[in-house]
């Protein structure tokens, strides 16, 4: 029991939310297509028939042969009438051969619902008035009082609103003994317990029970479109129209899908559909069900659907002239609308050829401007340049000026103090002391030291960045090392110079104190560091520049 409980819980909850999720428009694009599809499903239904019509060959006992045509009337029922009642005779036959009283029976019940289906009322019933209830098991009872309620029922709904009290009386009662038959947790209890509180106007009693019924139906079976249906009903008597064409397009694609052509669904949705104006849908849908009515070959479909089906036709033919007629105004104003088009393409084409041929002079215009203005940028940047060369001449003169001064003030102060040194030895007759003085070797080399140094520290004052610039003309393996102190070693010293536009060996070695020799090896050994070495290296070290403007 717990377990019925659980289960009826979350088949609701399932239920409510494959319900919440499904749109109207969803359905109803859904159906548009599986009723192009239709005739996949016919096919289908009719290979289900065959294999069953295929055991009759395979048997010649009258008990197999009547369950047989009991199955093939049940599939037929509501696919293709005729067929129906032939296979429904056939099982009355047999069971007339089994004299079988409760098969004959079972026959009869089913016969007098196909009748019903034919529109055959008065014949419907009384074939059930033949049956002897007394006889009939359980089961039998209940097809029984549901056969009477379906004839009453098609009987209703063909009167179409006329002298309908008595029959509804009939079926009512017929209503109540059947549910004191069924059992509560059943399909057909549900159906037949919500049909009646749908009369009597307890809609949510019926909408609670009616959800709860899809616990006991399987989707595309004609169980789930009875359901469906009874749903939609539901909803038109509580005005949801919404939802009532909702339930209706779940009716038809269960019957589709089930292959079933004894159906109303279809065509109380268009009904609906014509109501709301969409009069394309609604001829679809009427004309399917046309279809299906001829398919399944009874009069009572075919009348149902003869009172709505001009109506709904000679709408969409006119709404089809109407379209028309907007597709040919549509077509004059685009025809017109093109033409002004043309015109306005071909006056805006002549305006383009002006105004291409002012952007062109523009143009040309421009270029020259262009050549005018660059000619002008290079004479500001070559004043510029000569400006800086100017002033960076101006600033090596104060350098070397200042350099000058320096070492010239040097020597003099150091000249003065000599000569009062030798003054004081010549007094005092230490002419000894004069020559030693004079011939030390120790006090030339400590001149030499100061001049490398007095040099070097000047030269580096005006060419802060020359150590660097060298290091770019040489290779990264043979470049010189950047020292803290204002000092050059002997090879660089010689470029200094050079740098300096002193190029001659004889002077380079005069004013270094090196031999010839020596100013050739340092001047060869720089040259084949270099990246090239060629007589153009040297060229390249006399135009480093970078002079520092902060000495």
């Not at 009167?159 to 003994?177: F, H, P, R």
């Not at 005005?239 to 038809?252: E, F, N, P, R, T």
């Not at 000894?432 to 030291?449: G, M, P, R, V, Y």
């Amino acid at each position: 029991m717990l377990k019925r409980i659980l289960f009826a819980i979350f088949f609701l909850i399932g239920t409510t939310m494959m319900f919440s999720q499904e749109t109207l428009d969803t359905l109803l694009k859904a159906l548009d297509e599986d009723i192009a599809k239709e005739d996949f499903y016919t096919k289908k239904k009719q290979q289900e028939i065959h294999a069953v019509l295929k055991q009759l060959n395979s048997t010649n006992s009258n008990e197999k042969n009547y369950r047989i045509y009991h199955t093939l009337s049940r599939s037929y029922e509501v696919f293709i009438a005729d067929s129906a009642e032939y296979y429904t005779n056939k099982s009355l036959e047999t069971a007339h051969l089994l004299n079988n009283q409760s098969y004959s029976a079972e026959s009869k019940i089913r016969l007098a619902r196909i009748k019903a289906k034919e529109g055959m009322f008065p014949v419907s019933l009384d074939i059930l008035k033949t049956v002897d209830k007394k006889k009939l098991n359980k089961n039998q009872l209940i097809d029984y009082y549901k056969a009477y309620i379906e004839v009453y029922i098609y009987w209703i709904e063909y009167q179409y609103g006329y002298d309908m009290e008595e029959i509804i009386q009939k079926k009512d009662a017929v209503q109540d003994t059947l549910l004191t038959l069924l059992p509560k947790n059943s399909y057909e209890y549900v159906i037949t317990f919500s049909t009646k509180n749908i009369e009597l106007k307890k809609y949510d009693l019926a909408e609670k029970e009616l959800l709860q019924g899809f616990r006991y139906v399987r989707p595309d079976t004609r169980e789930f479109s009875i359901l469906n249906a009874i749903l939609a009903y539901l909803y038109e008597k509580k005005s949801d129209i919404k939802k009532q064409k909702k339930y209706l397009a779940k009716s038809a694609l269960s019957d589709i899908h089930a292959g079933v052509k004894e159906n109303m669904s279809l065509r109380a949705l268009s009904i609906l559909l014509f109501d709301d104006n969409d009069i394309s849908r609604a001829n679809f849908y009427i004309k399917r069900s046309l279809e299906d009515a001829n398919f399944y070959n009874t009069r009572l479909r075919n009348i149902h659907i003869a009172r709505v089906l001009p109506i709904i036709d000679k709408a969409y033919q006119i709404e089809r002239e109407n379209q028309q007629k907007k597709l040919q105004t549509l077509f004059i104003t685009a025809s017109i609308l093109s033409l002004i088009l043309f015109i306005a393409v071909i006056l805006i084409i002549k305006q383009n050829k002006k105004v291409l041929k002012a952007q062109k002079k523009l143009k040309e215009t421009n270029e020259k401007l262009n050549v005018l203005n660059n000619d002008l940028k290079k004479a500001s940047l070559l004043q510029i340049e000569t400006n800086n060369s100017l002033t960076e001449a101006n600033h090596l003169k104060e350098q070397y000026i200042k350099s000058f001064l320096e070492i010239c003030t040097e020597y003099i102060d150091r000249l003065a103090h000599f000569k009062g040194i030798v003054n004081r030895k010549i007094k005092t007759r230490q002419t000894a002391e004069i020559l030693k003085i004079t011939t030390s070797s120790q006090d030339n080399s400590k001149e030499l030291k100061e001049l490398y140094s007095n040099f070097d520290r000047a030269f580096l004052r005006i060419y802060p960045n020359f150590v660097e610039q060298i290091n770019e003309l040489l290779r990264p393996e043979e470049r010189y090392r950047i020292s803290d102190g204002d000092t050059l070693n002997q090879e660089l010293r010689v470029f200094a110079l050079i740098k300096l536009g002193v190029t001659n060996n004889n002077q380079i070695a005069t004013f270094l104190h090196y031999t010839l020799r020596t100013i050739y090896n340092y001047r060869s050994k720089v040259k084949s560091k270099a990246i090239q070495s060629d007589e153009s290296f040297e060229i390249k070290v006399q135009n480093l520049g970078n002079v520092s403007k902060h000495a």
